[in-house]
């Protein structure tokens, strides 16, 4: 893994792996826009309260939005979901003082997602140190991948602390993701034989 002005990168970035069975899945649940079903789940983490960092969170979200306008390419749709296993990644890494796209307790990114259920397929997801919102979107801008068409929502992270080589500065963890459909949350705990009403919402197709 190559050191560049605070962006862990493979060739320029690191890409998460999506998963091949998503849209087979998806396919089963999105039948009249709801499914009725059974299931038990594990207890996960309890919820995540509002980070403090959200207003600079929003500042690179937004130099996004307007980086992607200008490319003529997808708008975004935030994920709340997606965005607090970011913030949980960048928090990690922080404490533990390593800058890497998988941690050793918690596993990778698209495991994290997984596990928070979250509903979307992930397609790109980054690492960025930087000293400002600006920073960090200066070094997002360079990579190709922040322009995928195929990209409809976007989750952001941030933690701030010391790095070892580069001092006091913002931790970032940001993933694209494609929305086919978004599948509203279902407890962690259910009794055996219970019903469950999942709703579904279509993402419309993106037309330039």
Not at 39 to 53: D, N
Not at 129 to 139: E, H, M, S, V
Request: proline share 7%; aromatic share 8%; with cysteine.
């Amino acid at each position: 893994m190559n050191f560049l002005g605070g962006l862990a990168s493979i060739g320029g970035m690191q890409q998460s792996k999506s998963f091949p069975h998503t849209r087979s899945v998806f396919k089963h649940l999105i039948l009249g826009g709801f499914v009725l079903c059974a299931v038990a789940l594990p207890v996960g983490a309890q919820s995540t309260p509002a980070s403090p960092y959200r207003t600079l969170e929003y500042q690179v979200i937004n130099q996004v939005h307007r980086y992607r306008s200008r490319v003529r390419t997808t708008p975004l749709k935030y994920d709340e979901a997606a965005s607090a296993v970011a913030r949980q990644h960048a928090e990690a890494m922080r404490e533990q003082g390593v800058f890497s796209l998988t941690l050793p307790d918690l596993g990778s990114l698209n495991d994290q997602l997984n596990y928070d259920r979250v509903s979307a397929r992930p397609l790109h997801t980054f690492i960025v140190l930087g000293k400002t919102p600006r920073d960090i979107f200066n070094q997002l801008e360079k990579l190709p991948a922040l322009k995928d068409p195929h990209a409809n929502a976007i989750a952001l992270g941030l933690s701030q602390g010391k790095h070892p080589q580069v001092g006091n500065t913002y931790w970032a963890t940001v993933i694209l993701l494609d929305h086919m459909v978004e599948i509203n949350p279902l407890p962690r705990e259910v009794r055996l034989g219970q019903a469950l009403r999942v709703q579904v919402k279509f993402a419309p197709p993106y037309k330039n």
